[in-house]
Nanobody, 127 residues
């Protein structure tokens, strides 16, 4: 079993930056595909960014390309999401997730493909 705990969310003005962290415990995630998702009130959970463990490919949803960067530190067993140039529409609960059964599919995963989830961290962007 893998436990994931997110941190780093908060309130930020539009144009600002935040870095989310996702600390994993229980097992190493170095051989897991990992991803960030987000869910705004009244909306479905959506894919944001992912990192495959085989080859290290990264994928982003179109709305965050060029602004968000996913990375991982295997020595710390931690996943990150650097978010720059934040917009009001980025406001959501952000979740990290890991996939043990297989790697990240080309283009990014769907929520149902992920095996482990964190509890989420709230990101609120004000104008």
């Amino acid at each position: 079993q893998v436990q994931l705990v997110e941190s780093g969310g908060g309130l930020v003005q539009a144009g600002g930056s935040l870095r989310l962290s996702c600390a994993a415990s229980g097992r190493t995630i170095s051989t897991y595909g990992v991803a960030w998702f987000r869910q705004a009130p009244g909306k479905e959970r959506e894919f944001v960014a992912a990192n495959a463990w085989i080859g290290g490919a990264t994928y982003y949803t179109d709305s965050v390309k060029g602004r968000f960067t996913i990375s991982r530190d295997n020595a710390k067993n931690t996943l990150y999401l650097q978010m720059n140039s934040l917009k009001r529409e980025d406001t959501a609960m952000y979740y990290c997730a890991a996939r043990a059964a297989g790697d990240i599919d080309y283009g990014g995963p769907t929520p149902s493909q992920m095996d482990y989830w964190g509890q989420g961290t709230q990101v609120t962007v004000s104008s």
